[in-house]
């Protein structure tokens, strides 16, 4: 599956249960078992499928966020073409720029990125979900 899919995940602000451990960081930034972050989970699931390039959309309370995904050298994303970008938590309205209110509108912000995307699948998820999630075998079933 190396090279045909490209990964987006959304780590911004959303109502959860998650309450006082989001007062000060976005969900996908709350700590799972000492050194991890939720993020960690569908970041590694990626990249165990092949994935070499992956955007994530942030807003909000994302200092915690920066700081634990750095220029992505833990999953192997650190590269001068592609690997791990981080793209920005504003997104472009017909009044103006504002901060993005949902996943479409994050994308429509990022429109030039997503223009320059190499791969020929896209798949999107959410950075708050503790999942493993076996990416080659929920791609092939959808294209089946």
Sequence with gaps: MKGK???????????SGLRE???SRMPASVPF????????????S??????????VAIQGNYQSLLDHLGSGKDWD?????????ILPPFSYTELGHGEYRGSMEALAG??????????????LAWGDVAINLPVNEVFE???N
């Design 46 to 55: 990626m990249v165990n499928a092949g994935m070499t390039d992956v955007g």
């Design 110 to 123: 990022v429109y030039d990125y997503l223009e320059d995307i190499r791969q020929d699948y896209v798949l």
């Design 21 to 23: 451990l989001t007062e």
């Design 5 to 15: 899919l490209h990964g987006i995940i959304f780590s911004y602000e959303k109502r």
């Design 33 to 44: 078992a000492g050194r991890y972050r939720l993020i960690d989970f569908i970041l590694s």
């Design 77 to 85: 994303l650190s590269r001068k073409h592609g690997g791990l970008r």
């Design 141 to 143: 079933q959808h294209r």
